[in-house]
């Protein structure tokens, strides 16, 4: 999934609000920072998930024969792939 910058850190400064209505949480750092960091998390993750995506939609190209996206067998190998790459990260 891509998220545009804005969106990004709109979904950074939610986060970082939940955090701070949370008794249980104090900051070591000042908020901004804060946020930042959960913006570069937020990146990090979207980049592995991108490419997970693409690491799957490859193994489903490289078959023998061509197996048209949305099919059924498409959709089954898509995840069985994907779920290979995530364990493949330990993620």
């Known amino acids: ?3 545009s910058r804005d969106k990004l850190n709109k979904l950074a400064h939610s986060v970082t609000d939940a955090l701070a ?3 249980e ?3 070591v ?3 901004n920072t804060i946020r930042l960091e959960v913006r570069h998390i937020l990146e990090e993750l979207l ?3 991108a490419k997970i995506d ?7 190209e490289s078959q023998k024969r061509t197996i048209l996206e949305g099919s059924q067998e498409w959709d089954i190998l898509y995840r069985k792939y994907y779920n290979e ?3 493949k990260l330990g993620i």
């Open 1 to 3: 999934m891509r998220l």
């Open 21 to 23: 209505a949370m008794d």
């Open 25 to 27: 949480v104090d900051f």
């Open 29 to 31: 750092e000042d908020r």
């Open 47 to 49: 980049n592995h998930e």
């Open 54 to 60: 693409a690491a799957a939609r490859q193994k489903i």
């Open 85 to 87: 790459e995530v364990k």
